[in-house]
C-alpha cells in the first residue's frame, strides 16, 4: 500500500466546548496520511493517485463551514471527506491545538480509518 502525506497543514475553524474558544476561529495543524492504489506509481499519471493539493483545499474550506465542539468529531470529519470524496483508501488524521494550555506546547488526537470494503 503506497501513500501520500500533507503534514503541518494549517487551517481555520470554530472548535472548542467553552464560549471563550467560540468566539473566533482558531488554528489547527493538521497531519494526514492518505493511502493510494500502488497503480498511481506505476502509471505517472495524476488521474490514478490522490491529488494533494485538492485534498488540502478541500479540507480547509469544510473547516471553514463547520463548527465542532471536539478535535476528536473534528477528526472523524476530516477522515471521512477524505475516504468518500477523494477514494482513498485508508487514512491517519492528526490534529493539533497548539498553545490551548498553559505549558503545554500542544494537544490533539489521532485517528485511523479505512474505506468500507465493497459489498
Not at 38 to 52: C, G, L, N, P, R
Request: include cysteine; charged fraction near 30%; proline fraction near 1%.
Amino acid at each position: 500500500m503506497d501513500k501520500i502525506f500533507l503534514h503541518g497543514m494549517k487551517a481555520d475553524t470554530l472548535i472548542g466546548v467553552y464560549g471563550w474558544e467560540r468566539e473566533q476561529m482558531q488554528t489547527l495543524l493538521i497531519d494526514l496520511d492518505i493511502g493510494v492504489a500502488e497503480k498511481s506509481a506505476q502509471s505517472d499519471h495524476i488521474d490514478d493517485t490522490i491529488h494533494y493539493g485538492d485534498v488540502c483545499e478541500a479540507v480547509r474550506q469544510s473547516l471553514r463551514e463547520q463548527s465542532f465542539l471536539l478535535l476528536e468529531a473534528l477528526a472523524e470529519h476530516i477522515a471521512e471527506l477524505v475516504l468518500q470524496d477523494f477514494g482513498a483508501v485508508w487514512v491517519r488524521v492528526r490534529v493539533v491545538k497548539p498553545g490551548i494550555l498553559a505549558n503545554v506546547r500542544e494537544v490533539g488526537v489521532e485517528i485511523e480509518r479505512r474505506a468500507a470494503a465493497d459489498e
